[in-house]
């Protein structure tokens, strides 16, 4: 079939499973957009208001689907609104396509009309990005990067197209999706063979678990090795949902703004098993200080991740679903530690998620949104970045992986309303909550322009403090309160914005009910802003403050022995 570069971009797109796009048209993308107009009934594209906005769409579809999400812009700025999404998804290891347009090839490097170099721009953003100047690289390219997107360790990827490659004629011929298979190439004998010994001779494991769980789809073969190790288990912000929250092993989240239970217990065990998890800088605070009695036991897809941060004794390299599978046939025999467990139950008890006053608004208002979503059910939550992450971290009781959609390593305000799209969009018969801050959320609120357009039945819950959270506790904390730039004392109205919209629009008085409200939000069954007003110096509790051993948490309650 002979087809013009921009009809070859859809049909691969549609050969390799998209069913939807998020992007921005504009110069440079034209041929793109009218291919696309032809195709319309197998292919839906979704316009925001922003390429930004289109990033994070396309990540929240990859996130919650484990599908490759994709995104179009056009050159210059339209592509450089890309970079933050890009970088957002490259963090957290998701699977995102951007094509983006450029200038015809005569005029490359010429500093031409909205000419910029995409490729070298997002060099370090993305697993991997491409030029194409040639027609007859165009169709092979898309189809490896699908294939680099997926395989391995997940990533963006992205191909800057000029706009004469997009015109041009070429050979089409459909072609089935390359499979991906699971990596096992660099799984030994002998590391297998370490672990399996490691787990066998421990009388206190535990395992600290990270995004690298969800992303191989691999709860199971975890909740299977839980039992087999008799371990416990604490969780990064990425991992959260791979195990569930009520799980007798799960002691919540490690790290900075972890439970007690989960900090304590790291420094307590004698073999830390860590799967699919990076050492971040939030989780293990004063490296010097973590675990640092156990034994490390790592099991990673990516062996950058080795030694990276912290040392580990052994480390096995491959697929967690595939790795854990191995393990789970060669422990033949469950493991027993009875004294451990009992020491995870007794501090469980001992040090309960309990909050100060300084938060209690905040966790009323999450369990009342985790009551309500627990009803309605197979619901998703995303979040913008600040405090109302850690709480909805904290305080929601995550069961599902896939479900919980973040922002993690980049820590990207803005991520959640564009994220909720896209997750909307991929579960068109599911309810989504964003929960924001007034902070972040006007970052990118203008997408209440595409929430609005598609009737997309997205709640939003702005925790309205008036200030910038995070950044005043850290300043009260640890600056002297001296709150620079950080009180948002405008006369913004979140409910009149929205309805300028044509978004619904509630507010939460300070002395309101939650619940009720949170109800009558979800029984509208349509786009909805609620702006839930809390104190202006509620804090994310505990906390370890920087530099400090994860062991040194501040505002936990402890229950007498």
């Not at 990064?236 to 195990?243: E, F, I, K, R």
């Not at 896209?422 to 924001?436: D, F, I, K, M, T």
């Amino acid at each position: 079939m002979r087809l013009t570069g921009a009809q070859a971009i859809i049909e691969v797109l549609i050969e390799q499973g998209v069913d939807t796009v998020f992007g921005y048209p504009g110069g440079q993308v034209i041929p793109l957009y009218d291919a696309l107009y032809e195709k319309k009934g197998k292919i839906r594209h979704i316009l925001t208001a922003h390429e930004q906005g289109a990033s994070h769409a396309a990540d929240g579809y990859a996130r919650s689907t484990g599908r490759v999400g994709v995104c179009f812009a056009t050159s210059g700025p339209g592509a450089t609104n890309l970079v933050t999404g890009l970088a957002t998804a490259y963090m957290d290891s998701s699977p995102v396509i951007a094509i983006t347009g450029n200038v015809p090839l005569s005029l490359l490097g010429k500093d031409s009309f909205q000419e910029v170099d995409i490729t070298g721009v997002t060099m370090p953003v993305t697993k991997h990005n491409y030029i194409v100047k040639k027609a007859e690289d165009l169709i092979p390219t898309i189809r490896e990067a699908f294939h680099i997107a997926r395989s391995g360790r997940p990533g963006p990827v992205l191909i800057d197209v000029p706009k004469n490659i997009q015109t041009d004629e070429m050979d089409y011929e459909y072609m089935e999706p390359q499979p991906v298979e699971r990596e096992v190439s660099r799984l030994r004998e002998e590391d297998i063979q370490k672990a399996i010994s490691m787990i066998h001779d421990s009388i206190k494991p535990m395992c600290y678990i990270g995004g690298g769980v969800i992303r191989s789809d691999a709860s199971p073969e975890l909740s299977e090795f839980l039992d087999k190790c008799d371990a416990a288990v604490c969780s990064s912000l990425m991992g959260l949902g791979a195990v569930r929250a009520d799980s007798p092993r799960f002691t919540g989240l490690v790290g900075m703004h972890g439970t007690k239970l989960s900090n304590m217990s790291i420094n307590a065990c004698d073999l830390l098993i860590v799967i699919g998890a990076r050492f971040s800088d939030r989780v293990i605070s004063k490296g010097s200080t973590f675990a640092r009695q156990a034994r490390i036991l790592q099991i990673d897809i990516d062996p950058a991740e080795f030694n990276k941060n912290i040392l580990s004794n052994v480390h096995v390299v491959g697929d967690v679903r595939q790795v854990l599978r191995v393990l789970n046939e060669r422990l033949v025999e469950n493991q027993s530690h009875p004294e451990w467990m009992n020491f995870i139950s007794e501090n469980r008890r001992r040090y309960p998620v309990k909050v100060t006053s300084e938060s209690r608004r905040a966790r009323e208002i999450i369990r009342a949104l985790d009551k309500e979503l627990s009803r309605i059910g197979n619901a998703y939550v995303t979040t913008e970045v600040g405090q109302h992450q850690m709480w909805a971290a904290q305080f929601l009781k995550h069961t599902q992986p896939r479900h919980f959609i973040t922002s993690g390593g980049l820590g990207t305000m803005g991520f959640g309303t564009g994220a909720s799209i896209g997750c909307q969009l991929a579960h068109p018969e599911s309810r989504v909550c964003n929960v924001a801050g007034d902070g972040s959320f006007r970052m990118n609120c203008n997408e209440l322009a595409t929430i609005a357009r598609y009737n997309l039945p997205i709640v939003i819950l702005i925790f309205n403090n008036h200030c910038l959270g995070m950044v005043r506790q850290w300043q009260t904390l640890f600056y002297d309160c001296h709150y620079s730039e950080t009180t948002l004392d405008t006369p913004l109205d979140w409910v009149t914005l929205a309805k300028a919209y044509g978004v619904e629009g509630m507010r939460m008085e300070a002395g309101d009910d939650p619940a009720k409200v949170i109800k009558e939000a979800f029984a509208l069954n349509r786009p909805v802003v609620v702006d839930c007003q809390i104190p202006l110096d509620d804090k994310v509790l505990p906390m370890v403050a920087p530099g400090a051993s994860i062991n040194d948490m501040m505002g936990f309650i402890e229950e007498p022995m």
